[in-house]
């Protein structure tokens, strides 16, 4: 087994006096594209942001690359791979398409993914280029976001409830888009409220609950009825 | 011919409020700071002409290019040490903190300088005009409206296609998106800034030109700036020349009739504005809506 590309160690995430995660551990290998699922408010979005460098943890750390990246801020975790598309798209309503592209390459780690790749994988925004991201539909929208964060050229991309509000067709694409990325020896972290879809994609699995891990382990040895138990917190303990 | 004449000086005198409120406009539609130090800060700008122009004995055309670039320094430096350090408490911290920075300048330009009106050396551009048929055009006004829309088209420029420019209106858009996209926010928020007060330090050169200035002139300055943005339409820099112009044109048209009459007619302008279209006139749907929900917030 290879070293693994990103190491989380005994994190603690608060929002004031809330504690969001504590003493959350996982590791994601190089290439491989890992799971994150849990019910709502179990800390998936923040154990996100807090490896994207928008939330600094209390405690444990975010090794990056052999690197302790827990005290750089988002845009020097940019420049060395890490991207994020965060949750909601956040897209900047009133640039154009291709202008959050070009944002998004302002701390580029790598120009791996000049304009014109990004456009052959995503043909939808070449057509709406010039046009205000918000009067884009939800799933170019969507696809804007994942364009934005591929423009730093990451090793590592963060994907959070990508699929939300869209189309299942339109889902099935971004998957499939996703898989060539895979391909291309992208690691990715996922976060899917689709346990089925999350399972069919990724390699490993992790399972927040209430700010744990409740289960990390390769797909392929975990059921689905184990999963499940696992993000009801039953059985088990 | 009065009235054509009229509503040019006025297009003309626009042009300057215009130039003094595009910092304001500026700093409003990037940061939601609002500056209310800004007018003192372009009557800091006035006197910093008169000390360089006295001292290096030149009309104080001569002395931009150290003037803009120590004016472009100090907006940096107070971006930096206090507007973002304010921004960071909320939207009231940035109010107070510029409310004791206009009070602090004001006074402190009061021990400096006394409260002695002055006046800048323009050298031959100040009295020199040129007859258009039977309109007399001041190239001093001309310059200052000339000016103005060199400022704003170059600002424009900037923002709509330059690398900083799309940085700058990424954070304008969302500030915390824009952090966790890779943008460094601080160094944007501090050239923006920077630009905003070598703007106003401009403006203060003109307006030290064209009449005089004591201490005190700056209050004056900030309402005339902020009028002129309200009613052009917050964060619309195209729109604070048109409502720059407006004002102008209003103020002499109306002084025409009534000299007593013509700075309040402005004022009277802006409230009618503020009550019709509290967007202002060029304002996006966007825009509109945050100042409905600040509204609705205050």
Known sequence: ?237 | MTWVNAVIQGMLLGGLYALIACGLSLTFGVMRIVNLAHGDLAVCGAYLGLVLSSALGVPVWYTLPLLLPAAFAIGMALQVLLFGRALRHGVLAPVLVTFGLSVMIENLLQVAATSDPRGLNGGALALASFRLGSITVSWLFLAAFLAACAVLSGLQLLLSHTSWGRKVRATSDDPDTARLVGIKVRPVFATVAGIAIATAALAGVFIGTIGTFDPLTGTTILIFAFEAVVIGGIGSLWGTLVGGVVMGVTQVVVGEVNQAYAVLAVNLLFLAVLTVRPGGLFTSAQAAGEVRDAGALG
């Not at chain 1, 990246?69 to 897209?91: C, M, N, Y």
């Not at chain 1, 791996?112 to 709406?128: G, H, M, N, S, T």
């Not at chain 1, 423009?151 to 998957?175: F, K, M, Q």
């Open chain 1, 1 to 237: 087994m290879s070293h693994p590309l990103l190491e989380i160690a005994d994190l603690d995430v608060f929002y004031g006096d809330f504690q969001a995660l504590f003493g959350v551990s996982m590791s994601v290998t190089r290439g491989c594209a890992t799971a994150l699922v849990g019910a709502n408010g179990a800390g998936k979005t923040t154990l996100l942001r807090t490896i994207a460098g928008a939330r600094p943890p209390a405690s444990g750390a975010v090794r990056y690359d052999g690197t302790d990246v827990t005290a750089a801020p988002p845009h020097q975790r940019i420049s060395r791979g890490i991207a994020l598309v965060p949750e909601g798209r956040k897209l900047f309503g009133s640039l154009t398409a291709e202008e959050n592209i070009q944002v998004g390459a302002a701390a580029a780690a790598s120009d791996a993914w000049p304009l014109d790749r990004i456009y052959a994988v995503f043909p939808e925004i070449a057509k709406r280029r010039r046009q205000r991201a918000s009067t884009l539909s939800g799933g170019e929208q969507q696809a804007v976001a994942i364009a934005r964060a591929l423009a730093a050229g990451p090793s590592l991309l963060l994907l959070d409830e990508i699929s939300l509000g869209l189309a299942p067709l339109l889902v099935e694409r971004l998957y499939e888009t996703l898989s060539g990325l895979r391909s291309a020896g992208a690691t990715l972290v996922i976060v899917e409220q689709d346990l089925r879809r999350a399972m069919d994609a990724c390699d490993d699995l992790v399972c927040l609950l209430e700010g744990r891990v409740a289960l990390a382990a390769p797909v392929a040895s975990v059921s689905r009825d184990e999963v499940v138990a696992a993000y009801f917190g039953e059985g088990t303990s």
